[in-house]
């Protein structure tokens, strides 16, 4: 799996790179726990016997990450809604927190995307696991 610092660096989430902020957008811990929610998400898509588990597997990787985007950003969507004001001072309008439609979007895309991987992936894995084993009762008719 991408580590955070990579999954940082992919976003720039520098303190000299978000200007407005002059933080780090995204905590460890909400990077640790997006992932962790991406993970039990893979999990609990059918079919549900095809689980992931340590070590990840390189072709997960991408996988994993766009499920991580899609929960960070989310995630960051509920806090920008929540905490959105837009008032008037002095005749200048000012908008806090007003970027839960862009971030939802981001969010919609990067799941999208996770949900179209992640099935046809498992669609994959079950068609590997199934294949050979498929027995018929014909399987045991004297051949002529």
């Known amino acids: 799996m991408f580590t955070i610092s990579e999954i940082r660096e992919m976003l720039s989430d520098y303190p000299e790179s978000n200007n407005l902020l002059d933080e780090k957008e995204f905590s460890d811990n909400e990077i640790n726990l997006a992932f962790k929610a991406a993970v039990s998400e ?4 059918p079919p549900v016997h095809i689980k992931i ?4 597997r390189d072709e997960l990787k991408e996988l994993l990450l766009l499920g991580t985007l899609a ?6 969507a509920l806090y920008q809604f929540r ?6 001072d002095g005749g200048g309008q000012i908008a806090t927190h007003d970027k839960g439609a862009a971030y939802d979007g ?11 991987k992640v099935t046809g992936y498992k669609i994959n ?8 084993s498929i027995s018929s009762d014909y399987a045991n008719l ?3």
């Open 42 to 45: 893979y999990n609990s898509t």
């Open 53 to 56: 588990t340590e070590p990840f």
């Open 71 to 76: 929960k960070m950003y989310r995630a960051k």
């Open 83 to 88: 905490n959105q004001l837009n008032y008037t």
């Open 106 to 116: 981001l969010a919609s895309r990067y799941q999208q995307e996770f949900m179209q």
């Open 125 to 132: 894995l079950n068609y590997e696991d199934g294949y050979g």
């Open 142 to 144: 004297p051949i002529r």
